[in-house]
């Protein structure tokens, strides 16, 4: 499936494999294709930065997720394949939903315990506390509507994880529109 044009965002809490999917999937795209890692979006941020998971960086977060829905558009109008990777629960999707693209919502949702290990032991200037991670893990397991769009990933391989989006992908189950 030619994926040219289109946002794919790839979300789930902490340590679900959305960054190791999401490059899997551009190296493998077989088009022009961009990885908008999110995390990156933030750490763009040099003076101010409010911990994203804190109640109080409300506003400073949805600067950051109308900057990235921005360069995804920008790219895709470019005809670019856009994964865009990062914890973009439903309290972030407006500024996408705007967008006049072919968008596509995964959610990846591993079991907790998992979730926690994986971050525990990535490394980096990550986040390790199960107390954040707990909360948005939380937060991406009760999505109503948005349910269907959830790849339940316990105990699968990276390569299991990859094979499952991109069969949902080339299926175009998971598009996402203003009526979700």
Request: charged share 15%.
């Amino acid at each position: 499936m030619d994926l040219s044009g289109h946002i794919l965002i790839l979300t789930g809490p902490p340590g679900s494999g959305k960054s190791t999917t999401a490059a899997s999937l551009v190296a493998n795209s077989g088009v022009p294709a961009v990885h908008l890692h999110s995390d990156d979006f933030w750490h763009y941020i040099r003076n101010g930065l409010i911990q994203p998971h804190l109640p109080e960086a409300h506003a400073q977060n949805k600067t950051v997720i109308d900057v990235l829905a921005g360069a995804a558009e920008r790219y895709a109008k470019g005809n670019f394949f856009v994964v865009v990777d990062g914890i973009i629960g439903p309290w972030f999707l407006d500024p996408f939903r705007s967008l006049s693209l072919p968008l596509h919502y995964i959610i990846l949702r591993p079991i907790l315990s998992e979730a926690i290990t994986r971050c525990q032991h990535r490394g980096g200037n990550t986040l390790t506390d199960p107390g954040p991670i707990s909360e948005l893990h939380r937060q991406f397991s009760a999505l109503d509507g948005l349910e269907r769009h959830v790849i339940e990933t316990a105990g699968q391989s990276r390569e299991e994880t990859l094979e499952a989006v991109q069969t949902i992908l080339a299926d175009g189950t998971h598009h996402l529109n203003p009526l979700d």
